[in-house]
């Protein structure tokens, strides 16, 4: 066999789970390295949060073009060149997986290429075209993320696509069919509408974006009916034919067989944990039915020295729950007493107008037996979301009745997604209605109806 290298810490896998870990345990002092088989950064950066964002900030400015006319502008002839949106996609991926990859080898971490297998508790083997190398390591974090989900009868292909598919093609779809109405699902498809392209989500469930309160998906899809997307609930997908330059989609709604014909079908079921396929079993590393890897408060599996993070563990498949995961491992492998505490993970959805929710919202604060206290405040009654044009949507603040200690904040409207770091900041820091309402806020920002919910909450609102 090869000669083994030495490494503190190996981590396996570049998402921002596994290149946040690497960079902490780094700054902690460890000899780090990290394994990719594919493109530094992972599914965030190459093929999921990012490119999708790109092409959603692409969609938002086209449509804003169209309508700036209210605002006195004029523009004539507003035209969408799709490849050269693409190329911006690109453009917004490279710099920040280049990015990436400066603060890897800033800090010291050896980037190896290729794809690990574990051999044991303190070894793994890293293959690539032209060799393989074995690692031996005190500690290892893994880090190897998840993929789409297949359904039966819905084979990957040219026209049927998975999430990196649809963020990859070469021409602008006339018509598209979503399968799955989950936040990746609702995101793709309203970015293609705004496009201008024909869309309709076929969704299991009884609605779409089950995750958020009803009230806040009752603006989304609002907003979805106006760029005419259709949706479709409790629609079981059957089948695809594929043709030449087209896909007809059989679904089954209350028993009724239809068919939908468009250039191209998305399916967005859901993404299972890369566990199956890196030597775990071996190790005796204890998983759950689902294939999660089983972690206690530091990321730690049974196997003492092997840590799991991100996407292959319990919880939310989110980026910033990745890397949250990461530093408390890496701080964890270094000996400090860092442990995670998922009171606060903020969950966004970048449709027009964003969806984003953290902590607990007023149903599942009473679930849990806390007596609630609630305010609502419309962006309509906010001066700065007047000036923006940005009128649909409201914040909500939930908190314990008997001292107004802040347990959760939801929000639909314009720039949610930043917004909610505030009643984050508030959960954490447990702060009270008193506080946020008390707090000077810039005017005239989106940020005051955060204040005023908490003022609407205890009774007192200036501005309603
Ligand atoms: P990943 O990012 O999946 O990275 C794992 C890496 O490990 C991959 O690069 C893979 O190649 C590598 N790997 C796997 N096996 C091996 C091996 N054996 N050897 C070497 N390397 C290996 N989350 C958000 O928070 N916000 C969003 O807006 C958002 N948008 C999304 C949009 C889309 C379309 C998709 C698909 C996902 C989105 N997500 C979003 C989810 C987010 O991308 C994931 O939660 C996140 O990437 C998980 O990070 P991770 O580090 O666990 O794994």
Redesign the pocket.
């Known amino acids: 066999g090869d000669f083994p290298i030495e490494v503190d810490t190996l981590v ?8 946040v870990a690497a960079i902490r345990a780094a700054q902690l002092g460890q000899k780090v390295a990290i ?15 990012i ?3 790109a092409l959603i900030s692409v969609g938002e400015r086209f449509v804003q073009a169209q309508e700036a006319d209210d605002m006195g502008i004029e523009v004539k002839d507003v035209k969408l060149d799709f490849s050269q949106a693409m190329k911006y996609k690109e453009s917004v991926v490279n710099r920040l997986t280049g990015g990436v990859e400066g603060l890897l080898k800033g800090n010291k971490v050896e980037i190896i290429k ?4 574990f051999n044991d508790a303190n070894t793994a083997r ?1 293959m690539n075209e032209d060799s393989a190398q074995t690692y031996k390591f005190k500690n290892a974090i893994i ?6 989900v297949e359904i039966p009868g819905f084979a990957y292909s040219k026209r049927v696509l998975n ?2 598919g ?2 990859s093609l070469e021409k602008l779809p006339k018509k598209l069919v979503v399968i799955g109405g989950g ?2 699902g609702t ?2 498809g309203s970015a293609y509408a705004n496009l201008g392209t024909e869309v309709t989500i076929l969704e299991g469930g009884k609605d779409i974006l089950l995750g958020f309160e009803k009230q806040m998906t009752a603006i989304v899809k609002k907003g979805l009916k106006k760029k005419d997307v259709e949706i479709v609930t409790e629609a079981l997908a059957k089948g695809v034919e594929e043709k030449d330059d087209e896909v007809k989609v059989t679904y089954e709604v209350k028993g009724e067989e239809k068919t939908i014909e468009a250039d191209y079908v998305l399916v ?1 079921v859901g ?1 299972r944990p ?1 566990t199956d ?2 030597g775990l079993e071996g190790v005796g590393i204890e998983m759950t039915d689902r294939g999660l890897i089983k972690v206690d408060k530091q990321g730690r599996t049974n196997v003492p020295n092997i840590y799991a ?4 563990v319990e919880g ?8 949250y995961e ?1 530093k408390v491992a890496a701080e964890a492998i270094s000996g400090e007493k860092s442990e995670v505490d998922y009171i606060a993970i903020p969950a ?1 959805c ?1 449709t027009s107008p964003e969806l984003a929710t953290v902590g607990l919202s007023e149903d599942q604060a009473k679930e849990e037996g806390y007596e609630v206290i609630a305010g609502k405040f419309p962006y309509a009654a906010n001066g700065r979301a007047l000036a923006l044009g940005a009128t649909e949507g409201f914040v909500k603040i939930v908190a314990r009745k008997e001292d107004g200690l802040i347990l959760g904040g939801q929000i639909v409207g314009a720039n949610a997604s930043d917004m909610i770091s505030e009643f984050g900041i508030a959960i954490e820091a447990g702060m009270t209605l008193e506080d946020m309402a008390m707090t000077i806020h810039a005017h005239p920002t989106l940020g005051e109806i955060a204040m005023e919910a908490a003022e609407v909450a205890l009774g007192k609102p200036i501005h309603m």
């Open positions: 396996v896998g570049s998402g921002p789970g596994g290149y394994v990719e088989k594919d493109e530094l950064g992972g599914v965030c950066l190459n093929v999921g949060c490119p999708s964002k290729g794809e690990a297998y890293v880090a190897t993320g998840s993929r789409p999430s990196t649809a963020l936040y990746i995101e793709l967005t993404r890369n396929e890196i993070i991100g996407d292959v939310p498949q989110l980026a910033h729950k990745a890397s990461a966004v970048f």
